[in-house]
């Protein structure tokens, strides 16, 4: 059962757990950028040096060690989970068992089935852990799912979905980055997840995935470029790119629909300027001119999804990145790296209990 929603005027009581780089320089702006509308209670970290170092930095009072403590004495309204990837199921599940909601950070978990023992630890009317998942919250994400769903811009027919970013061997020298264990997976899964999130958020659900992954140039376990062909339920194909070792760094969609040519080009965030439409020729002008948005809006950011939760909190709302739609993306990427692993088109709802895949992304196996 959740803890009770905090009362009106009152501010929602927040903890950190991991204080890392993700916590210090995004989420604890984003918090103290809201105002009074929340208040960093306590912070969690294994790292007593890094922890006390940040507490203060941003002038938080309590600080543990330990998340069953913290839960136990603080009993925060939420809790934001920016640990390592591998401890976040145990994490999510204690954080809604003591009655908080959770925010996770990216990737949520290192499978599927520690995905579904996430689900079954909410309760109805909250708590419910959320994933992070910041880009669907922008106006301009916003805006082109609605054109989309109301059929404005004809459609959808031919699409892309491209994370090419570098990282050096610097980055994969932290020891959990790089290994199946313990990052669940290559590219795809800890820099292209968030891509991939809007990209299924925008086109709808998926009905096939052929996939190839390689270790060309990165020290690691995993993979670094991931490769895909998809076939939507709606008939749209796409192609769908993840790399860690591309010198010129780019987070693209592309939407080839019957009207338009809808795009997002950007890198770690985007504005309303990011996203260009193009239409087919011999495209009404009025037409055109229904796809422009109303009035300028807001980027993609933790601040602008951080707000939503809030509201959903308060309200006992399930957040819209969690259950079903929060375990899409990562359905998705399992399947990825099941084609590639075996050889196979994967079908979308065919990863579920006693299949190898749903207990770790890779399955067991292991690039040549």
Same mark, same amino acid.
């Given at each position: 059962?959740?803890?009770?929603?905090?009362?009106?005027?009152?501010?929602?009581?927040?903890?950190?757990?991991? #204080?890392?780089?993700?916590?210090?320089?995004?989420?604890?702006?984003?918090?103290? $950028?809201?105002?009074?509308?929340?208040?960093?209670?306590?912070?969690?970290?294994?790292?007593?040096?890094?922890?006390?170092?940040?507490?203060?930095? !941003?002038?938080?009072?309590? @600080?543990?060690?330990?998340?069953?403590? =913290?839960?136990?004495?603080?009993?925060?309204?939420?809790?934001?989970?920016?640990?390592?990837?591998?401890?976040?199921?145990?994490?999510?599940?204690? *954080?809604?068992?003591?009655?908080?909601?959770? !925010?996770?950070?990216?990737?949520?978990? +290192?499978?599927?089935? %520690?995905?579904?023992?996430?689900?079954?630890?909410? $309760?109805?009317?909250?708590?419910?852990?959320?994933?992070?998942?910041?880009?669907?919250?922008?106006?301009?994400?916003?805006?082109?799912?609605? =054109?989309?769903?109301?059929?404005?811009?004809?459609?959808?027919?031919?699409?892309?979905?491209? @994370? @090419? !970013? /570098?990282?050096?061997?610097?980055?994969?020298?932290?020891?959990?980055?790089?290994?199946?264990? #313990?990052?669940?997976?290559?590219?795809?899964?800890?820099?292209?997840?968030? &891509?991939?999130?809007? /990209? +299924?958020?925008?086109?709808?659900?998926?009905?096939?995935? @052929?996939?190839?992954?390689?270790?060309?140039?990165?020290?690691?376990?995993?993979?670094?470029?991931?490769?895909?062909?998809?076939?939507?339920?709606?008939?749209?194909?796409? #192609?769908? *790119?993840?790399?860690?070792?591309?010198?010129?760094?780019?987070?693209?969609?592309?939407?080839?629909?019957?009207?338009?040519? *809808? %795009? =997002?080009?950007? =890198?770690?965030?985007?504005?309303?300027?990011?996203?260009?439409?193009?239409?087919?020729?011999?495209?009404?002008?009025? &037409?055109?001119?229904? !796809?422009?948005?109303?009035?300028?809006?807001?980027?993609?950011?933790?601040?602008?999804?951080?707000?939503?939760?809030?509201?959903?909190?308060? $309200?006992?709302?399930?957040?819209?990145?969690?259950?079903?739609?929060?375990?899409?993306?990562?359905?998705?990427?399992?399947?990825?790296?099941?084609?590639?692993?075996?050889?196979?088109?994967? #079908?979308?709802?065919?990863?579920?209990?006693?299949?190898?895949?749903? $207990?770790?992304?890779?399955?067991?196996?292991?690039?040549?």
């Amino acid at each position: 059962m959740s803890n009770p929603p905090p009362v009106a005027g009152a501010p929602v009581r927040v903890a950190l757990v991991g #204080t890392g780089a993700i916590a210090d320089n995004v989420h604890l702006p984003a918090l103290r $950028s809201l105002g009074p509308a929340v208040r960093v209670e306590a912070a969690m970290d294994v790292d007593a040096g890094r922890l006390a170092a940040v507490a203060a930095r !941003w002038d938080i009072a309590a @600080t543990y060690e330990d998340l069953d403590l =913290l839960l136990k004495e603080v009993r925060p309204d939420l809790a934001i989970i920016c640990s390592p990837p591998a401890v976040h199921r145990e994490q999510v599940v204690a *954080v809604l068992e003591s009655g908080a909601w959770a !925010w996770c950070e990216k990737p949520p978990v +290192l499978s599927l089935a %520690e995905y579904d023992d996430l689900a079954a630890a909410e $309760s109805d009317g909250g708590p419910y852990a959320a994933i992070v998942f910041q880009h669907r919250f922008g106006s301009g994400a916003r805006h082109a799912r609605r =054109l989309l769903d109301e059929g404005l811009l004809g459609r959808p027919l031919v699409a892309h979905c491209q @994370t @090419t !970013w /570098f990282r050096d061997d610097a980055y994969y020298a932290v020891p959990w980055r790089g290994r199946w264990e #313990t990052e669940g997976a290559g590219p795809a899964m800890g820099l292209g997840i968030h &891509q991939i999130d809007l /990209f +299924l958020h925008l086109l709808g659900p998926w009905s096939h995935v @052929t996939a190839f992954a390689g270790r060309l140039a990165r020290d690691v376990r995993t993979d670094d470029v991931t490769t895909a062909a998809v076939r939507f339920q709606s008939g749209a194909l796409a #192609t769908v *790119v993840n790399s860690s070792v591309s010198p010129r760094q780019v987070s693209y969609l592309r939407i080839d629909c019957e009207a338009a040519t *809808v %795009e =997002l080009d950007h =890198l770690y965030g985007y504005g309303d300027d990011d996203w260009t439409y193009t239409p087919a020729p011999g495209t009404p002008p009025e &037409q055109v001119e229904a !796809w422009l948005p109303a009035v300028p809006g807001e980027p993609s950011s933790h601040r602008s999804q951080l707000a939503a939760l809030l509201a959903d909190l308060r $309200s006992g709302r399930r957040p819209s990145t969690s259950g079903g739609s929060g375990r899409d993306a990562l359905e998705f990427i399992t399947a990825m790296y099941k084609s590639a692993l075996t050889g196979r088109t994967v #079908t979308r709802g065919s990863i579920g209990p006693g299949d190898p895949f749903y $207990s770790a992304v890779n399955g067991g196996m292991e690039l040549p």
